[in-house]
């Protein structure tokens, strides 16, 4: 304990360690000692180059420094300013509140409180995805838990340059209200929250790199086009797609099978009625460039091979009362529905035995790309203090599953021999990152508004640290093929689609029937919005390495390929407030049109750097806003000057 600043005072403890000179941790326990709460750290040591002051309860690092004050509260500085840039909220004596809190639930179990100042003027963005429709999230209360198109990733970035990580799984919530910041745990064994002071976002988030881990790369295949759909229900029609994606001489990369490819949840396997060649339609793809992945669940129905073998060695999901029926659910066999279980991804002996039957069924077969949905997992209702999981408690730690749920894919499938393993997952943690996790934002609406929302909410997640993102490109629920106004929107959605990091067609058009949508390939919605999204397509295609030079950026100085202005402009404060544009790596800027019949809109020109109109070639002075024509068949774009991205964009005028 030399080189940390601990203290106790009655049964509560609390212990300070610096694990770079940015960053400091702060664990606070009523417990006789400190967990670890390592499930997302990465295997770094305190540092000892600190200078601790326990009499006047101070430790300091050559950037950054924590001061604990008379009444206990919690004061982080950078060094040299008197200012801090965050600190524990101080009530008024009278109040007996702020600063942190644990009270008792039960056993070992607590209530967690911690309250922070809040601060005028204070932006802050991250906490993962949210369809909220706000980028700045102050003035939100955020659930701390894992849905189906709500993605917890509890870290953040203030415009008063610190970042914060609440290392807790979890169930709880944050306040960033006007007149606090408070974050709850429901029930937990300690406090346990990382600080990390720096003057850029891109500073801080390297700092969260340090402690949670590097992205893992972003594969060659996967910055191509991805084609899907709910759902191609045999092998034929996937391959009949394929073909005619070559017969019209189109670009795709990746075709996926969806789901109830199988015979029953839990099998992890083809039907065979359905799919009779697997490794037969893997070579023809892959003959013609095109990698197969597949959608694999974590659920399981009671019907199915391996339920109860699973149920008897204690790889399910239980429930502390009651059945452990956590979704009612269909399935391919039968009509109607069937309550389905989900295996624990907590339990690495569960883990083991899944990725057994994962390997035989789809690795064995050529199969190395995985589509990871329903990863919250998803439960219905989400009564989280009724399971129970190896690890603990659902309420203590169900945010934690989809990141061991992906870490289980990634280790497995670098042990097969994958070098670069990237899979789609529907939901994630810190730490995700690492573990080959491509985030799409779930099951969301075919609308404009819907469009507006995915942005912001994808600038948050890679704020939050997790760069490869994307979303079903139109929309998920109620796109009509032959609706002009859908037609619209889904031109609009591919040119936004074409500047995220997965560039990925899906949906569920034209019915309600959870098992078939009608077609929804480019050549689906007309020939209008064909031609133009052949175009992007085609451009997509030409942009490859310069996405590929970038996304390298992001693995190894951790600046995320779609970003917000202010990782590159921090220096002007106006882009602040825009969230309505984005950096699609270092030279490319975007201002996705997402109002219905909007043919104009206007479009900031951050300090700093002279802007090409991509379409005009035009040339402007930063600092600016300007008014930009867009129809339906551009996208607002601006590169930066004096670089050769421009020479791609003759392909859209």
């Not at 979890?170 to 306040?175: I, K, L």
């Not at 600080?195 to 850029?200: A, E, F, T």
């Not at 760069?467 to 490109?473: A, E, L, M, Q």
């Not at 002007?572 to 969230?579: F, L, S, T």
Request: hydrophobic share 35%; glycine share 6%.
């Amino acid at each position: 304990m030399k080189y940390s600043l601990n203290y106790q005072n009655k049964k509560d403890k609390v212990l300070i360690e610096a694990y770079s000179a940015s960053i400091l941790r702060v664990r606070h326990t009523r417990l006789s000692s400190f967990k670890e709460f390592d499930w997302a750290l990465e295997d770094i040591v305190p540092i000892k180059d600190v200078r601790v002051d326990k009499e006047n309860k101070s430790l300091t690092t050559s950037n950054m420094k924590v001061v604990v004050d008379e009444r206990g509260y919690l004061e982080f500085y950078k060094k040299g300013e008197t200012e801090a840039r965050i600190q524990e909220r101080k009530s008024p004596r009278a109040l007996h509140e702020g600063g942190r809190t644990l009270c008792n639930v039960g056993g070992d179990l607590f209530k967690a409180e911690v309250l922070f100042e809040a601060y005028k003027d204070e932006k802050i963005w991250g906490m993962g995805q949210h369809q909220y429709n706000a980028f700045d999230q102050k003035g939100l209360v955020i659930p701390l838990n894992q849905m189906n198109s709500q993605v917890s990733v509890p870290f953040y970035i203030s415009s008063r340059g610190y970042g914060l990580f609440w290392n807790n799984p979890a169930v709880g919530q944050v306040e960033f209200a006007n007149n606090r910041t408070k974050f709850v745990a429901e029930q937990t064994e300690q406090i346990d929250y990382f600080i990390i002071i720096g003057d850029s976002a891109k500073e801080i988030l390297a700092q969260y790199y340090v402690i949670t881990g590097n992205p893992s790369a972003l594969p060659d295949w996967a910055t191509g086009f991805w084609q899907c759909k709910l759902r191609y229900e045999t092998q034929e029609e996937l391959l009949e797609v394929a073909r005619e994606y070559k017969r019209r001489n189109l670009p795709l990369d990746v075709i996926v099978i969806d789901y109830f490819h199988w015979e029953k949840q839990g099998n992890w396997d083809f039907d065979k009625k359905c799919w009779p060649e697997i490794e037969k339609m893997v070579e023809e793809l892959k003959s013609m460039g095109i990698e197969t992945m597949v959608s694999v669940w974590p659920s399981v129905n009671p019907d199915s091979l391996y339920f109860e073998e699973m149920e008897n060695k204690g790889y399910l999901i239980e429930t502390e009362r009651s059945n452990a029926a956590l979704m009612r659910f269909t399935d391919t066999y039968e009509k109607g529905n069937k309550y389905i279980h989900y295996y624990d991804a907590t339990n690495e002996d569960a883990g083991t035995f899944l990725w057994d039957k994962i390997k035989k069924n789809y690795i064995d077969r050529g199969i190395n790309i995985f589509w990871l949905d329903a990863c919250e997992p998803e439960t219905i209702p989400y009564h989280y203090d009724n399971q129970r999981y190896t690890l603990g408690k659902g309420s203590a730690v169900a945010s934690l599953y989809p990141m061991l749920h992906e870490k289980t894919f990634y280790e497995n499938m670098k042990k097969c021999g994958i070098e670069e393993p990237l899979n789609l997952c529907r939901s994630a943690w810190c730490g995700s990152q690492k573990y080959g996790a491509a985030v799409w934002s779930g099951d969301i609406d075919s609308t404009f508004e819907s469009l507006e929302t995915q942005m912001k909410a994808g600038l948050n997640m890679v704020t939050s640290g997790i760069p490869w993102w994307t979303t079903d490109i139109g929309g998920f629920y109620g796109g009509v093929n032959e609706d002009s106004s859908f037609r619209e929107l889904i031109v609009r959605w591919f040119q936004f689609g074409l500047y995220c990091p997965i560039f990925r067609l899906h949906g569920f058009r034209n019915s309600w029937d959870p098992k078939k949508g009608a077609d929804n390939e480019i050549w689906s919605f007309g020939e209008e919005a064909y031609n133009i999204i052949k175009k992007y397509l085609l451009f997509r295609e030409a942009l490859r390495d310069y996405i590929k030079e970038e996304a390298a950026k992001t693995v190894t100085e951790g600046i995320p390929l779609m970003r917000p202005l202010f990782f590159d402009f921090n220096k002007d404060k106006r882009v602040e407030e825009i969230d309505n544009q984005f950096m699609f790596g270092s030279q490319i800027m975007v201002a996705p049109i997402v109002r219905e019949h909007q043919l104009e809109r206007k479009v900031y020109l951050p300090q700093g750097q002279r802007w090409i109109n991509a379409y005009t070639k035009e040339v402007f002075e930063g600092g600016v806003e300007i008014s930009v024509k867009a129809p339906l068949d551009q996208i607002p774009t601006f590169i930066v000057e004096n670089n050769n991205v421009i020479q791609h964009y003759d392909i859209l005028r």
